[in-house]
Protein backbone atom coordinates (compact mmCIF):
# COMPACT_ATOMS: atom_id res chain seq x y z
CA UNK A 1 0.00 0.00 0.00
CA UNK A 2 1.15 3.33 -0.81
CA UNK A 3 -0.22 6.66 0.61
CA UNK A 4 0.86 10.81 0.35
CA UNK A 5 0.70 12.91 3.63
CA UNK A 6 0.10 16.63 2.37
CA UNK A 7 1.57 19.09 4.38
CA UNK A 8 -0.71 22.20 4.73
CA UNK A 9 0.09 24.49 7.81
CA UNK A 10 -1.94 27.55 9.06
CA UNK A 11 0.42 28.87 11.45
CA UNK A 12 4.02 29.60 10.71
CA UNK A 13 6.76 27.81 12.63
CA UNK A 14 7.83 24.23 14.03
CA UNK A 15 4.76 22.11 13.73
CA UNK A 16 4.64 18.27 14.82
CA UNK A 17 1.48 15.48 14.41
CA UNK A 18 0.84 12.25 14.25
CA UNK A 19 -0.33 9.89 11.66
CA UNK A 20 -1.59 6.66 13.26
CA UNK A 21 -2.39 3.21 10.55
CA UNK A 22 -4.87 1.03 12.83
CA UNK A 23 -5.48 -2.31 11.41
CA UNK A 24 -5.94 -5.98 12.11
CA UNK A 25 -2.65 -6.90 12.77
CA UNK A 26 -2.51 -9.14 16.20
CA UNK A 27 0.70 -7.88 16.98
CA UNK A 28 1.23 -4.48 15.67
CA UNK A 29 -2.55 -3.46 15.44
CA UNK A 30 -1.56 0.51 15.99
CA UNK A 31 1.18 1.81 14.38
CA UNK A 32 2.41 5.78 14.97
CA UNK A 33 4.68 7.81 12.78
CA UNK A 34 5.91 11.51 13.93
CA UNK A 35 5.79 13.90 11.02
CA UNK A 36 7.24 17.31 11.25
CA UNK A 37 7.19 20.25 9.31
CA UNK A 38 7.86 23.93 9.43
CA UNK A 39 5.46 26.68 8.01
CA UNK A 40 6.45 29.59 6.65
CA UNK A 41 4.50 32.47 5.12
CA UNK A 42 4.39 31.61 1.69
CA UNK A 43 3.02 34.88 0.07
CA UNK A 44 4.90 38.63 0.83
CA UNK A 45 3.88 39.62 4.35
CA UNK A 46 4.61 43.33 5.65
CA UNK A 47 5.32 43.93 9.07
CA UNK A 48 6.40 47.49 9.75
CA UNK A 49 8.37 48.35 13.14
CA UNK A 50 10.32 50.69 14.90
CA UNK A 51 13.47 50.12 17.05
CA UNK A 52 12.97 46.37 16.18
CA UNK A 53 9.29 46.16 17.68
CA UNK A 54 6.38 45.60 15.64
CA UNK A 55 4.12 48.31 15.03
CA UNK A 56 0.41 46.28 14.20
CA UNK A 57 -1.43 47.13 11.50
CA UNK A 58 -3.66 50.29 12.92
CA UNK A 59 -1.16 50.55 16.11
CA UNK A 60 -0.11 53.83 16.89
CA UNK A 61 3.05 55.24 17.50
CA UNK A 62 3.48 58.33 19.68
CA UNK A 63 6.45 60.77 19.43
CA UNK A 64 8.02 62.12 22.33
CA UNK A 65 7.02 65.91 23.36
CA UNK A 66 9.37 68.17 21.48
CA UNK A 67 9.55 72.01 21.35
CA UNK A 68 6.62 73.68 19.69
CA UNK A 69 7.85 75.02 16.64
CA UNK A 70 11.58 73.76 17.49
CA UNK A 71 13.86 71.68 15.42
CA UNK A 72 11.47 68.60 15.87
CA UNK A 73 11.88 64.88 16.24
CA UNK A 74 12.52 62.59 13.36
CA UNK A 75 12.00 58.42 13.76
CA UNK A 76 13.11 56.32 11.25
CA UNK A 77 10.10 53.28 10.95
CA UNK A 78 11.63 49.61 9.31
CA UNK A 79 8.98 47.43 6.92
CA UNK A 80 9.71 44.40 6.85
CA UNK A 81 8.66 41.22 4.68
CA UNK A 82 8.51 38.50 6.60
CA UNK A 83 6.84 36.58 4.05
CA UNK A 84 8.73 34.16 0.98
CA UNK A 85 7.79 36.15 -1.97
CA UNK A 86 8.56 39.60 -3.20
CA UNK A 87 6.71 42.59 -1.27
CA UNK A 88 6.16 45.25 -3.66
CA UNK A 89 5.27 48.70 -2.11
CA UNK A 90 3.03 51.09 -4.62
CA UNK A 91 2.72 53.85 -1.90
CA UNK A 92 4.12 55.59 1.29
CA UNK A 93 1.75 58.16 2.68
CA UNK A 94 0.93 60.30 5.79
CA UNK A 95 -2.56 62.13 6.25
CA UNK A 96 -3.56 64.51 8.99
CA UNK A 97 -6.74 66.30 8.74
CA UNK A 98 -5.76 69.13 10.87
CA UNK A 99 -1.61 68.72 11.50
CA UNK A 100 -0.35 67.76 7.89
CA UNK A 101 2.62 70.38 8.17
CA UNK A 102 3.90 69.08 11.77
CA UNK A 103 4.74 65.79 9.59
CA UNK A 104 7.11 65.32 7.45
CA UNK A 105 7.66 61.96 5.36
CA UNK A 106 11.19 61.29 3.76
CA UNK A 107 11.45 58.01 2.08
CA UNK A 108 14.86 59.07 0.11
CA UNK A 109 16.66 55.44 -0.52
CA UNK A 110 13.36 53.75 0.47
CA UNK A 111 13.10 49.71 -1.40
CA UNK A 112 9.99 49.40 -3.17
CA UNK A 113 10.49 46.03 -3.56
CA UNK A 114 11.21 43.68 -1.14
CA UNK A 115 12.55 40.45 -1.51
CA UNK A 116 11.65 37.70 0.99
CA UNK A 117 13.61 38.50 4.61
CA UNK A 118 14.67 42.12 3.59
CA UNK A 119 13.72 45.42 4.77
CA UNK A 120 13.54 48.99 4.10
CA UNK A 121 13.15 52.29 6.05
CA UNK A 122 11.16 55.78 5.99
CA UNK A 123 11.50 58.36 8.23
CA UNK A 124 8.57 61.01 9.31
CA UNK A 125 9.56 64.09 11.39
CA UNK A 126 7.49 65.95 13.66
CA UNK A 127 7.50 69.64 14.93
CA UNK A 128 4.53 70.47 17.06
CA UNK A 129 2.66 73.51 17.04
CA UNK A 130 1.23 73.37 19.79
CA UNK A 131 0.65 71.70 23.28
CA UNK A 132 -2.43 69.41 21.86
CA UNK A 133 -2.43 65.86 20.88
CA UNK A 134 -1.57 66.11 16.78
CA UNK A 135 -3.01 63.28 14.92
CA UNK A 136 -1.50 62.17 11.77
CA UNK A 137 -1.21 58.69 10.09
CA UNK A 138 1.04 56.82 7.73
CA UNK A 139 -0.60 53.80 4.96
CA UNK A 140 1.70 51.79 3.40
CA UNK A 141 -0.34 50.36 -0.19
CA UNK A 142 1.74 47.33 -0.92
CA UNK A 143 0.62 43.47 -2.19
CA UNK A 144 0.31 41.64 0.85
CA UNK A 145 -2.80 39.94 0.81
CA UNK A 146 -4.18 40.63 3.94
CA UNK A 147 -2.77 43.68 4.46
CA UNK A 148 -2.57 45.27 1.36
CA UNK A 149 -2.89 49.17 3.26
CA UNK A 150 -1.03 49.08 6.56
CA UNK A 151 -1.87 51.96 8.63
CA UNK A 152 0.17 53.74 11.57
CA UNK A 153 -1.17 56.38 13.86
CA UNK A 154 1.10 59.27 14.84
CA UNK A 155 0.83 61.57 17.57
CA UNK A 156 2.50 63.77 19.46
CA UNK A 157 2.30 67.19 21.52
CA UNK A 158 4.61 69.73 22.00
CA UNK A 159 5.41 72.19 24.96
CA UNK A 160 7.19 75.92 24.97
CA UNK A 161 10.96 76.32 25.57
CA UNK A 162 10.53 78.29 28.86
CA UNK A 163 13.98 80.49 29.56
CA UNK A 164 14.01 82.50 32.72
CA UNK A 165 16.13 85.15 33.70
CA UNK A 166 17.40 85.85 37.37
CA UNK A 167 18.29 89.47 38.52
CA UNK A 168 20.15 89.49 42.39
CA UNK A 169 20.13 92.29 43.93
CA UNK A 170 23.50 92.04 45.46
Not at 95 to 113: F, H, P, V
Amino acid sequence: IEFSVVFNPDTIGDITGALTITSDDSDEGTYTITVTGVGVITAAEIDVAWRGTSIANGGTFTYADSFIDGSGITETFTIRNLGQSNLTISDIQRYSSMYTAQYTLDTTGTSYTLAAGTETTFAVKFIPCNENNQPAWVTITSNDSDENVYYVYLGGKGYYYTHYVYESSV
